[in-house]
Nanobody
Framework: QVQLVESGGGSVQAGGSLRLSCAVFGYISSTDCMGWFRQAPGKEREGVANINSDGSTRYADTVKGRFTLSQDNAKNTLYLQMNSLKPEDTATYYC??????????????????WGQGTQVTVSS
């Protein structure tokens, strides 16, 4: 059973940056994808970014060019660097794993494990 623990959320002004971290505890198959999805109040969950087994990354159009996903395998940690933040990025961000190894952006429904989430609030 994998456990995912997110950190790094907070409150920033528009144009600012945050780096989210996800510590991974337990076993993850080498063929699994990992990624982030988010959920804003009153809105559906949205896939943000994911990285597949060969290290390829995919981003939602809403964050492309502003967010960067990376991983440190030695530390079992996944990162999401978020730059040029906008008020519409305000949401709870979840780190997640999926057994689907893909080259496209994952739907939140395609993840099978996720953490407790970390809140990101961007003010204008």
């Amino acid at each position: 059973q994998v456990q995912l623990v997110e950190s790094g959320g907070g409150s920033v002004q528009a144009g600012g940056s945050l780096r989210l971290s996800c510590a991974v505890f337990g076993y993850i198959s080498s063929t699994d994808c990992m990624g982030w999805f988010r959920q804003a109040p009153g809105k559906e969950r949205e896939g943000v970014a994911n990285i597949n087994s060969d290290g390829s990354t995919r981003y939602a159009d809403t964050v492309k060019g502003r967010f960067t996903l990376s991983q440190d395998n030695a530390k079992n940690t996944l990162y999401l660097q978020m730059n040029s933040l906008k008020p519409e990025d305000t949401a709870t961000y979840y780190c997640a794993t999926s057994a689907i190894d893909t080259f496209r952006i994952l739907s939140p429904r395609e993840y099978n494990s996720w953490g407790q989430g970390t809140q990101v609030t961007v003010s204008s």
